[in-house]
């Protein structure tokens, strides 16, 4: 089954402790990309990769980092989060302008 | 700046009634634009729109873009509870960033 893999579902952390949020796809797509939703701004695009060790920065880069080593994961790093990094992020799989996403990390810092 | 602009931002109807979801663009490049439904986590697709005048159709809903006047609708007829779901729009630009719009709150009461 094609799937979009994200962990953790749910984190709580508190403000500079260094996170990674993990995301895999199964699909063999070359692009993939990271969101951020949050209320009334809906979903920004944060960082994309057009094929391993090919990365750019999105709307919203900034306090953010990620690797593309393999073609199946792009795992999101913050290193010292802050509580204006609170929000729903998704993870993104696309292929033929189709994404395919994950079902989502809540991570709340506090 | 590129943006995308979806109107009404929130909308509440009853079970039968017909809703059309706006979505407006100003992006540099166009590649395509894509409806999403979110219900509970992840969007999922729903169309994929790149020529003007075309309507895609699926069920009870419906797209078309217009690459004149820089918009695109989506259409749901006979609507039901089960259409209750926020509604991304999204366009790709030709440097393949995804840019979202902030969504179209549904609710369909019973």
């Known amino acids: 089954e094609a799937q979009v893999t994200q962990n953790p579902r749910y984190l709580i952390t508190v403000t500079g402790k260094k996170l990674t949020v993990t995301c895999s796809q199964n699909?063999?797509?070359e692009y993939m990309s990271w969101y951020r939703q949050d209320p009334g701004l809906g979903l920004r695009q944060i960082y994309y990769?057009?094929?391993v060790e090919v990365t750019d920065k999105g709307d919203v880069p900034e306090g953010y980092k990620v690797s593309r080593k393999e073609k199946r994961n792009f795992p999101l790093i913050l290193e010292s989060p802050s509580p204006?990094?609170?929000s729903l992020y998704f993870c993104a799989s696309i292929v033929g302008n189709e994404a395919f996403f994950g079902q989502g990390t809540r991570l709340t810092v506090v | 700046e590129d943006k995308v602009v979806q109107s009404p931002l929130s909308l509440v109807v009853h079970e039968g009634d017909t809703v059309t979801l706006?979505?407006?663009y100003e992006v540099t490049n166009f590649r395509s634009l894509l409806w999403y439904k979110q219900e509970k986590k992840a969007p999922t697709f729903l169309f994929m729109l790149t020529s003007s005048g075309i309507?895609?159709?699926?069920g009870r809903l419906s797209s078309i873009l217009d690459k004149k006047e820089l918009f695109s609708i989506l259409n749901i007829t006979a609507t039901q509870t089960g259409d209750?779901?926020?509604?991304l729009c999204a366009v790709l630009t030709g440097t393949y960033k995804y840019i979202f719009g902030t969504g179209t709150r549904l609710k369909v009461l019973a």
Do not use: L, P, V
Request: charged residues 15%; positive net charge.
């Open chain 1, 49 to 51: 990769s057009m094929n």
């Open chain 2, 84 to 87: 209750s779901a926020i509604y």
């Open chain 1, 27 to 29: 699909m063999n797509h």
């Open chain 1, 84 to 86: 204006n990094q609170t």
């Open chain 2, 22 to 24: 706006n979505c407006s």
């Open chain 2, 55 to 58: 309507e895609k159709k699926s």
